[in-house]
């Protein structure tokens, strides 16, 4: 029934500073997220998601032993062995090709913030509902970062107005199945619309490049430019 509360979010940490989980884990508590466990390392982190199978998993980019990409490697297994998980990923800093690489072959359930986002509590805890929903998010940063990485002529003018339509909800993180429901079109349909604005928009189709993100990159610039 719309009037039952919403069911709470479970949630793990993982992170090697005991004070950064901490401080985490108050800050989910106090937003009504219930954290079922914590991680110091990516082994404890796989097993942990393995023991609990919560909605999102949390994950710190470096972690022991070289401090590295021990996170998104972890994140990564995350994605193939339990897709139902949403991943999270925070960086110190903007890291465009291991960003790439977590995004990539997923385009539900993921996102990759910079940790001073944790500071707008508003923002970080929306961000993990929208992950755990379905959604997925970059931090404004990479956006950036991917603009200017990935200069494309504007192809926007090619495009119906219902296809600019799925192309801005494209760009808020929806996916297929929320674009069909919000547009009231058949999931086919919304297949479609994508493929075509892939098409229109000239982008790239090899393995390495993920077009859902090339795509809403155009969105973003246009709007800039307007």
Not at 126 to 144: N, Y
């Given at each position: 029934?719309?009037?039952?509360?919403?069911?709470?979010?479970?949630?793990?940490?993982?992170?090697?500073?005991?004070?950064?989980?901490?401080?985490?884990?108050?800050?989910?508590?106090?937003?009504?997220?219930?954290?079922?466990?914590?991680?110091?390392?990516?082994?404890?982190?796989?097993?942990?998601?393995?023991?609990?199978?919560?909605?999102?998993?949390?994950?710190?980019?470096?972690?022991?032993?070289t401090f590295t990409d021990e996170g998104l490697l972890a994140a990564y297994q995350l994605q193939l062995r339990h897709p139902g998980v949403g991943v999270l990923v925070l960086s110190q800093y903007v890291d465009l090709a291991y960003a790439m690489k977590l995004i990539t072959d997923k385009a539900e359930r993921v996102g990759y913030l910079l940790k001073d986002r944790?500071?707008?509590?508003?923002?970080?805890?929306?961000?993990?509902?929208?992950?755990?929903?379905?959604?997925?998010?970059?931090?404004?940063?990479?956006?950036?970062?991917?603009?200017?990485?990935?200069?494309q002529p504007d192809h926007l003018s090619n495009l119906t107005a219902r296809e600019r339509e799925v192309l801005e909800l494209l760009a808020q993180g929806r996916t297929d199945r929320g674009i069909a429901q919000e547009l009231f079109l058949a999931p086919k349909t919304v297949e479609a619309h994508v493929r075509s604005i892939f098409r229109k928009l000239d982008l790239p189709a090899e393995a390495t490049e993920n077009r859902r993100v090339h795509a809403v990159l155009t969105a973003l610039r246009a709007r800039d430019v307007t």
């Open positions: 029934m719309s009037g039952q509360p919403r069911a709470q979010l479970r949630v793990v940490l993982a992170d090697d500073a005991a004070l950064i989980r901490q401080g985490l884990a108050r800050l989910l508590d106090d937003a009504g997220f219930e954290v079922v466990g914590q991680a110091a390392s990516a082994p404890e982190l796989l097993a942990l998601v393995n023991a609990t199978r919560p909605d999102v998993a949390i994950i710190d980019i470096r972690m022991p032993p944790i500071t707008d509590v508003t923002q970080f805890t929306s961000a993990v509902r929208h992950i755990a929903d379905g959604g997925s998010l970059v931090d404004p940063s990479l956006v950036e970062e991917l603009v200017r990485a990935k200069r």
